[in-house]
């Protein structure tokens, strides 16, 4: 998972960077707001940790900001602010969760968890689903149902990406890097190419529609009853 923190104290922001890293989540950093801004729009991340007070831009601009654009990323506050007004001012402006500083490292990472289920990222431990689909990460491997899936290690990556970013537009260029990597000398052509063979093995359970072509872009991981 995909973590986003913008915090202009820097002892903190590596503080807090390096904590989500041991975790195993994958994080970006800016110290300034406007930075962070462009940061969240451009990329696609699971969660957004966010100090009010900043330069360039603060905390509550940024987030009123993305909501206004669409976006739904979940996002924390982190902040010196206690009062009730700060509380409900952040929430207002579409903040999901609330830490006050000093923050204890244990709560910092149950919130991030409680905030990353509620917008049903995982289900278990180890375990990623949507619809019938489901990745097991301690098997390196994907399930329809009962039955695997048999994936290859670029179709497990391709598939695990899929899943973290469901009911989100991809598009190749954003598959191909974090798949492949940008220095990758494989072409964009292999993105199709793996999604092909993605849909074949799901095509053998009747759930090859969930990943659907969205025409000159790229691809989406979307259910039957929701529309593109």
């Known amino acids: 998972m995909r973590i986003l923190v913008v915090e202009d104290e820097r002892h903190l922001l590596q503080a807090i ?12 950093c800016a110290d300034r707001g406007d930075e962070g801004l462009l940061l969240a729009e451009r990329g ?12 360039g831009l603060d905390g509550l601009s940024m987030i009123r900001t993305l909501r206004s654009k669409g976006n739904l990323t979940p996002v924390l506050f982190l902040t010196a602010k206690d009062s ?8 207002d402006a579409g903040a999901d ?42 098997e390196h491997d994907g399930y329809v149902g009962p039955h695997p899936l048999r994936l290859t290690s670029k179709e497990y990556d391709l598939l695990k ?8 537009i991809l598009s190749r260029d954003q598959i191909f890097d974090r798949v492949w990597g940008i220095e990758s000398e494989a072409n964009y052509g292999i993105v199709d190419l793996y999604v092909h063979y993605l849909r074949k093995k799901l095509a053998d359970h009747g759930c090859d529609h969930y990943i659907r072509t969205i025409r000159n872009v790229g691809y989406i991981l979307k259910g039957n009853n929701e529309h593109v």
């Not at 989500?20 to 994080?27: A, L, P, S, T």
């Not at 991340?45 to 330069?55: A, H, K, N, R």
């Not at 289920?117 to 990623?128: D, I």
Request: overall charge negative; charged content about 30%; aromatic content about 14%.
């Open 97 to 138: 969760d609330y830490l006050v500083k000093p923050f204890a490292v244990e709560e910092l990472l149950a919130r991030t968890r409680a905030l990353l289920r509620r917008n049903g990222k995982f289900a278990k431990e180890g375990e990623l689903s949507y619809g019938p689909i489901c990745l097991k990460e301690y």
């Open 84 to 91: 009730v007004e700060a509380r409900v001012e952040g929430l």
């Open 44 to 55: 696609i991340y699971d969660l957004l940790v966010l100090d009010i007070m900043m330069p």
């Open 161 to 168: 990406y899929f899943l973290y970013n469901r009911e989100q």
């Open 17 to 28: 960077s390096a904590v989500f890293k041991e975790e195993g989540y994958q994080v970006d």
